[in-house]
């Protein structure tokens, strides 16, 4: 189902991914600097909540079930040397076997999804690129990369020349939903992150 109409401008991916950073700095004790490692849960859930209301809101939507993002998780890797045909040289995050409780995983964001379909091409976003850089030397390899800004917001047709390679796991997904949904923090994050938002909206 291609409704490509119904995608977000560069202005809101910009806003939406420096509000969601802030927010998430600004509530310490949910994540810590040294702690980066589980930040995708929160980047990833609050992000795909941010990103379902303004999305909804540029489109004149009412209704959250009927156009939104969502997070998955699961595998992940990427490829972290420069040249793009060298695919020897990787990050990866639970990409052989990945579990929600030991935090052996990465979540990520997928949408639009209108009327419970999937838009095609579907896109791929991830706030959370702006720590590959560290979570690779962490790995004890050197990343060489210069093309990844702090956020990733990809159609998933541009994912092969990024190295990009996703092993979705509905169990992690659904597990992660579900503790989101029980968060107490929830709302109070996402209200803050709209705030910022239309304080550094751009108007077109």
Not at 161 to 170: E, F
Request: hydrophobic share 30%.
């Amino acid at each position: 189902m291609k409704d490509n109409y119904i995608r977000l401008t560069e202005n809101c991916k910009l806003a939406i991914s420096q509000a969601l950073h802030k927010t998430i700095q600004a509530n310490p004790d949910k994540i810590s600097p040294n702690d980066i490692h589980k930040s995708c849960f929160y980047y990833a859930n609050l992000g795909a909540d941010l990103c379902t209301k303004i999305v909804c809101s540029v489109n004149s939507v009412n209704d959250y079930k009927k156009l939104y993002y969502t997070a998955c998780g699961g595998g992940f890797s990427l490829r972290i040397a420069k040249e793009v045909t060298n695919t020897t040289k990787g990050m990866n995050f639970g990409a052989g076997n990945p579990n929600f409780d030991d935090g052996n995983y990465h979540l990520w964001i997928v949408g639009v999804v209108k009327d419970e379909k999937l838009t095609e091409p579907c896109e791929f976003i991830d706030f959370t690129s702006r720590y590959y850089c560290k979570n690779t030397s962490d790995q004890g390899h050197k990343w060489e990369r210069s093309d990844i800004s702090d956020y990733l917001w990809l159609d998933e047709t541009q994912m092969v020349s990024y190295g990009i390679s996703l092993n979705p796991n509905h169990d992690i997904a659904k597990k992660s939903h579900d503790a989101w949904i029980d968060s107490d923090c929830r709302h109070k994050m996402l209200d803050q992150a709209l705030e910022i938002y239309k304080k550094l909206r751009v108007p077109e």
